[in-house]
């Protein structure tokens, strides 16, 4: 089991920047990758950027170059540093940590926090 709780949403206008946190309940070491994940309206959920025990990094191509997303294991924290932001980046961004145990795969979820880029 984890938890997570992430934080660092608001509103932003468009070319500005947003820093997400997402703290875990336990070290990150012990997770296999966490991401981020974001919902639109109407719109399904879709990875934005994930990163492994490993440190390799996924990034989604409507994000590359713009976002980037990092660890402080120390704080069994991850964080996503969004610049350049744009209007349709706006969603409820969602951390995710995902757990591989033999041949199940555990996905566990925050509560979501909500960006909003005014354009």
């Known amino acids: 089991q984890v938890q997570l709780v992430e934080s660092g949403g608001g509103l932003v206008q468009a070319g500005g920047s947003l820093r997400l946190s997402c703290a875990a309940s336990r070290s990150i070491f012990s997770i296999n990758a966490m991401g981020w994940y974001r919902q639109a309206p109407g719109k399904q959920r879709e990875l934005v950027a994930a990163i492994t025990s490993g440190s390799k990094t996924n990034y989604a191509d409507s994000v590359k170059g713009r976002f980037t997303i990092s660890t402080d294991n120390a704080k069994n924290t991850v964080y996503l540093q969004m610049n350049s932001l744009k209007p349709e980046d706006t969603a409820v961004y969602y951390c995710?940590?995902?757990?591989?145990?033999?041949?199940?795969?555990?996905?566990?979820w925050g509560q979501g926090t909500q960006v909003t880029v005014s354009s």
């Open positions: 995710n940590a995902r757990i591989y145990s033999g041949i199940y795969e555990y996905d566990y």
